[in-house]
């Protein structure tokens, strides 16, 4: 599993809403047993205008999902589904994201 990459999600009582997750993580960490992942949601679903910072517009196949930041969670990662892309292209955005959440800058 490598940081930035977007993978199904498996379970069943949330993959409707949410039905991928992008694993923020750093990659110097891998060893622990779970990962950082944020939900995307299909961009359809959003009522309203998401904030362009904290949660980002991104594209995977062909489609536009929201990154719903301060969704994140730990997530174990055998609760990971398979790998459907990875989104290390957009680095900049994703990590400017994470640290409007944080630090609010």
Same mark, same amino acid.
């Given at each position: 599993?490598? #940081?930035? %990459?977007? =993978?199904?999600? !498996?379970?069943?009582?949330? %993959? $409707?809403?949410?039905?991928?997750?992008?694993?923020? #993580? %750093?990659?110097?960490? *891998? /060893?622990?047993?779970?990962?950082? *992942?944020?939900?995307?949601?299909?961009?359809?679903?959003?009522?309203?205008?998401?904030?362009? $910072?904290?949660?980002?517009?991104?594209?995977?196949?062909?489609?536009?999902?929201?990154?719903? $930041? !301060?969704?994140? *969670?730990?997530?174990?990662?055998? =609760?990971?589904?398979? /790998?459907? *892309?990875?989104?290390?292209?957009?680095?900049? /955005?994703?990590?400017?994201?994470?640290?409007?959440?944080?630090?609010?800058?």
């Amino acid at each position: 599993m490598a #940081q930035f %990459s977007v =993978h199904r999600n !498996p379970n069943p009582d949330s %993959s $409707t809403d949410y039905p991928l997750l992008l694993d923020v #993580q %750093s990659n110097l960490i *891998a /060893e622990l047993g779970t990962r950082v *992942a944020v939900p995307l949601c299909p961009a359809s679903t959003m009522k309203g205008q998401p904030l362009k $910072t904290l949660t980002p517009l991104l594209q995977i196949d062909g489609k536009q999902y929201i990154m719903l $930041t !301060p969704q994140l *969670a730990g997530i174990q990662k055998k =609760h990971l589904g398979t /790998e459907v *892309a990875n989104l290390t292209q957009r680095r900049d /955005e994703i990590i400017a994201a994470l640290d409007f959440l944080i630090t609010g800058i």
